[in-house]
């Protein structure tokens, strides 16, 4: 950017212009006379809870969506109710939080479907190749034109996505939520192409709900609460606490680790707390020794883990998604069998035993995908509140209603979900009220040990504080917590230890006081490795 | 039985399988399940039937053939594209409604339940052995023809993105309806040949002369991993099998009925991943949001 933001009252200069921007779904207003405006040259971050609208207004700007009401300036000109291919010969290109990318086609197959090269007749391949490699060593966004996109680690595959915008002349680059599946150093480097494309004047819109990236990476900041825009924010003249206080309006206690390490002596089970510090003589409430777990093409997914977790502890795990996370939670559940090793709940061996046995002795799990093993969407939220309690909710082999409604009166209540109707079919709820449900469950019963496997993913910031209250409650009440996190800071902002998971194996584990983001990172990644036990 | 006749035998019945697996192969590279390949192929051999009878030429008789295909093809791709129907209860209810369909315009036509009179032909040289009919040189070329089609060409490669993720496809400006809408037309103008090709050798339609022939041409698209020239080797491994139950009939060698097992056997084995792991398009069978 060369020249600072220039004051609102000069048209031209904005390369994005949205206003009353209207849209409804049914009797759900996503956009409120929304407003957006996005000066040509700079990053600006577009924060809010989910729900918020966010999505909807960028379907709006990349004409998957037309608006009720308000009006859409690209570049000072009127283009309100566009087209997809519209938008993309004006140049907005979007980087989508779930790749668009076509696993089978190799990377330039990808970067130039829909505007493939042919001659005489048959699609160009090498010109393809060759097009993609210019545009990859002109951009700096390093890419094997021919490698298929099955076979790219998550942060190649969001490069080609990059790629794939450019190649098609975008000059307004909207990406939204795209460090959600990266390691620190990718989010390093992705920011180093962010600002290679602000230079080289383009404009890039970034979707997100992490408060640290926007500190980070942006230079404006428009907050969304409840489809409305409520506030519009210049970076340098803002701190993490103000956007919060926007996005949900009212303050939040913010999880960062700075503030609970500051706060950890005082608060009942926060990191340092020693609240349960009787409990380090006392037997593991989990004990996994030397697990192997097979993939489904018979790879090692996990790789001889050894971990035990006392109760009133919370273990994390760390590290880049795909690196055996999954796998190990699922295997802790009893949804994958384990190859060799063994697991010990409160000290009776579990192994062998199915996913029934390992509740009914005191295992809760909050599924990494609520909506593939959370919830089944199409039942009601009481329903959902009972799913693998029906026994304890039967009399004579037949449920009782009453009860079942009486618990959802009560889980509703404890853990707010919103809207409090008991019938509602779990699709109707928010990502964060649906993740509460599944939290209602797991942690509404007697349980000892809980899986909590990405236990705040896709969710807004209102949840996140709940729900990271309610593991540390958990903590306070003496259970043990296996904590499985693509977000470095909340397993570091919950976390008694730490462990650093990498191709299957604890590459590290470490103390919560020793372990910080550089670190973790290098660990993350594979740089560094020692084989360690947690 | 000599070689070359083996050869010739095989063929012959090869070629209706070749059609039908090429047309099932497009249509489920582009996520369309193709469950409808035998509803196809009797269409297209009364269509063909027909126009033959009363045109009294066989080429006709193909264009009609063809134009059956069609017809059930896009109504195969209006229920589940614009419906978003279940594919396999489409696919299903395709092959009823072409069951009876012909069996009511065969009485219509030809006032009997049970076959047509005897039409015109291709291939009327005895000595040619079946060698002079187009179709059988139509058949052969079909799966080398869309291969490249489908990995050669723009359109393929469009196909291809369909079949896998539609979002992305339609995210970068492809229309995902109207490449599957093609995908399935010709898909049953593909598998309808086959038909075609069964009632002008046989010189005469009969009710349900298609005898189960499309849920092989199915296997053969499973068992060929969903690449057309596999598929179509697929085809005359089965077409070979069958050839050689035939022969076995009667001899006390094998019982027959393990040899026609073949094509059954084969594809549960692929499914079951023994040769390679049978991977479908990814987003075949989907119907989306």
Redesign the interface.
């Known amino acids: 950017m060369t020249t600072p933001a220039p004051a609102s009252t000069e048209r031209g200069a904005y390369a994005i212009r949205m206003q009353g921007i209207d849209k409804s779904f049914g009797p759900v207003r996503a956009n409120r006379e929304a407003t957006l405006e996005v000066v040509t040259g700079e990053i600006h971050a577009l924060v809010g809870e989910n729900g918020a609208g966010k999505s909807t207004l960028m379907r709006i700007l990349g004409g998957l969506q037309k608006p009720d009401a308000g009006t859409l300036e690209v570049n000072g000109r009127d283009v309100t109710g566009w087209t997809t291919s519209d938008a993309i010969a004006a140049g907005i290109g979007v980087v989508h939080q779930h790749f668009m990318l076509v696993s089978t086609l190799t990377v330039a197959e990808n970067i130039v479907l829909g505007e493939e090269p042919v001659s005489g007749g048959r699609f160009d391949e090498a010109r393809a190749n060759s097009e993609v490699e210019a545009l990859s060593k002109e951009t700096g966004l390093k890419v094997s034109a021919d490698r298929r996109i099955a076979d790219l680690s998550v942060g190649e595959a969001q490069r080609v996505e990059i790629l794939k915008t450019l190649f098609r002349g975008a000059r307004i680059l909207v990406l939204d939520e795209p460090t959600a599946v990266l390691s620190p150093p990718e989010v390093r480097e992705l920011w180093t192409v962010l600002r290679r494309l602000r230079e080289g004047g383009g404009t890039i819109v970034l979707i997100t709900h992490r408060l640290d990236e926007v500190i980070d990476i942006s230079d404006t900041i428009t907050v969304m609460r409840a489809g409305e825009t409520v506030a519009r924010l210049r970076t340098s003249e803002t701190t993490p606490a103000q956007i919060a206080k926007a996005m949900v309006g009212r303050d939040v206690a913010l999880t960062s680790r700075d503030e609970i390490s500051a706060l950890g002596a005082s608060m009942p089970g926060g990191a340092g707390s020693t609240e349960f510090k009787a409990s380090s003589d006392m037997s593991s409430a989990l004990n996994v020794t030397e697990l192997v777990v097979l993939g489904s093409r018979g790879t090692h997914e996990v790789d001889g883990v050894t971990l035990s977790i006392r109760p009133g502890e919370i273990l994390g795990i760390a590290g880049v998604e795909g690196n055996g996370q999954t796998e190990l939670i699922e295997a802790l559940a009893g949804l994958r069998p384990c190859a060799s090793g063994s697991i010990r709940l409160d000290g009776h061996d579990v192994t062998y035993k199915s996913v029934a046995e390992r509740r009914s002795a005191g295992l809760s799990h909050i599924p990494e995908d609520r909506h593939r093993r959370g919830l089944i969407l199409d039942y009601s939220i009481a329903d959902n509140l009972v799913l693998g309690l029906q026994e304890a909710f039967s009399t004579r082999g037949m449920l009782n209603g009453a009860n079942i409604s009486s618990n959802a009166k009560r889980q509703i209540e404890a853990f707010d979900i919103r809207p409090p109707s008991a019938v509602l079919p779990a699709r109707a709820l928010s990502g964060g009220n649906q993740q509460k449900v599944v939290v209602a469950r797991e942690m509404g019963r007697e349980f000892s040990v809980l899986l909590a496997s990405q236990p705040t993913r896709g969710v807004d910031v209102g949840a996140i504080e709940f729900i990271h209250s309610r593991l540390r409650e958990a903590r306070a009440a003496g259970k043990a917590v296996l904590l499985v996190s693509a977000e470095l800071n909340e397993v570091l902002a919950l976390s008694d230890r730490v462990a650093v998971m990498y191709r299957g194996r604890f590459a590290a584990v470490l103390p919560v006081a020793e372990a910080t983001e550089d670190v973790l990172g290098e660990y993350m990644i594979g740089m560094k490795t020692d084989e360690a036990v947690a | 039985m000599n070689p070359f006749d083996f050869l010739t035998q095989t063929l012959r019945i090869a070629i209706p399988y070749l059609f039908a697996a090429s047309g099932g192969v497009i249509a489920e590279r582009a996520g369309i399940i193709s469950l409808s390949l035998e509803g196809y192929m009797l269409t297209g051999a009364f269509s063909a039937t027909l126009g033959t009878f009363y045109s009294g030429s066989p080429w006709i008789g193909l264009l009609c053939g063809i134009l059956g295909g069609l017809v059930f093809g896009l109504i195969h791709a209006l229920a589940t594209i614009r419906y978003r129907a279940d594919q396999v209860v489409v696919g299903i209810a395709i092959n009823l409604l072409a069951i009876g369909v012909t069996r009511f315009f065969l009485q219509l036509a030809f006032e009997s339940s049970s076959n047509s009179p005897r039409i015109e032909g291709f291939g009327a040289s005895a000595a040619a052995r079946g060698f002079d009919n187009p179709l059988l040189w139509m058949g052969l070329l079909s799966a080398p023809v869309l291969a490249f089609f489908l990995y050669?060409?723009?359109y393929?490669?469009?196909v291809?993105?369909v079949g896998?993720?539609p979002?992305?496809?339609?995210?970068?400006?492809?229309s995902v309806a109207r490449i599957r809408y093609l995908s399935v037309a010709l898909s049953g103008m593909l598998a309808a040949l086959g038909g075609v090709f069964l009632a002008l050798d046989q010189h005469q339609f009969t009710d349900q002369m298609t005898a189960g022939r499309g849920f092989i041409a199915v296997a053969a698209v499973i068992f060929g991993r969903w690449d057309p020239v596999r598929a179509a080797l697929a085809c005359l491994l089965f077409a070979a099998a069958e050839t050689l139950q035939i022969q076995l009939q009667g001899t006390e060698v094998i019982a027959s009925q393990f040899v026609s097992m073949i094509p059954y056997v084969l594809t549960i084995i692929a499914l079951a991943g023994v040769v390679g792991r049978a991977v479908p398009p990814?987003a075949l069978g989907k119907t989306g949001e």
Request: net charge positive.
């Open positions: 050669k060409t723009r393929g490669l469009r291809r993105a896998e993720h979002d992305a496809a339609a995210s970068v400006g492809i990814a």
